[in-house]
């Protein structure tokens, strides 16, 4: 099972850039990553999705290193309504159809 | 575009009591997972079923059953309901089967077993 590493929680404030970063060091080859946003008491909302290099949406851009061994969530300009748990995931391969959340990163935007 | 719903939104029980949670989605989904999300912590998933008419384990699957009754409603079972069972219950639905593409949350069932 491909497991990701993400940073317990990050702080920052409206305006900024944020980047959350991802570690999956034992991704398959045919693995995609994936970026859910949860705000409280709400399910998980699909952010973004990429294989490798660079995908933007209107939301957010996902950039992955050659390696695919990590990946980068930014938020630009973030607001106050930013603040949310973020989950990176990854494919399961040979696993099938498993859908699994690791413990996501609590992103606090502050005035 | 209802998306995924889910039945009841709160539920309290008593120890030992069993019900049902009801999941339907209108998007005509192959896949349809539970998962389970105990307050500060991420989501864990119970069961999913791939397609019609398969189900299987995912991480924490004790303690409860389910039934994929057609492609649209997947229903969680708590035979017994234990305190440890207190949490979120959210459904989920994605396309084909297929992981490497969007799923879609329903705005889940708190439950309390006391």
């Known amino acids: 099972l491909a497991k990701t590493t993400q940073p317990i929680s990050m702080d920052s404030y409206e305006g900024q850039e944020v980047n959350i970063t991802c570690s999956h060091n034992n991704i398959a080859t045919n693995d995609y990553i994936t970026w859910y946003q949860q705000f409280p008491s709400q399910g998980p909302r699909f952010i973004i999705q990429g294989y490798k290099t660079k995908v933007t949406n209107e939301v957010a851009s996902l950039f992955i290193p050659a390696d695919r061994k990590s990946s980068t969530l930014s938020l630009p300009r973030v607001s106050l309504s930013d603040t949310a748990v973020y989950y990176c995931l990854v494919g399961e391969g040979d696993a099938g159809n498993m859908l699994t959340f690791g413990g996501g990163t609590r992103l606090m935007v502050k005035p | 575009n209802a998306g995924v719903t889910q039945t009841p939104k709160f539920q309290v029980l008593k120890t030992g009591q069993s019900m049902t949670l009801q999941c339907a989605q209108d998007?005509?989904?192959?896949?349809m997972y539970w998962y389970r999300q105990d307050p500060g912590m991420g989501l864990r998933l119970i069961y999913y079923s791939a397609s019609e008419g398969t189900t299987d384990k995912g991480e924490v699957p004790n303690g409860y059953n389910v039934s994929r009754l057609n492609k649209r409603e997947f229903s969680l079972r708590l035979e017994s309901a234990a305190p440890s069972q207190t949490s979120v219950y959210f459904c989920?639905?994605?396309?084909?089967?297929?992981?490497?593409?969007?799923?879609?949350f329903g705005q889940g069932t708190r439950l309390t077993v006391v």
């Open positions: 998007m005509n989904h192959n896949s």
């Open positions: 989920a639905s994605s396309e084909l089967g297929q992981i490497n593409t969007e799923a879609f």
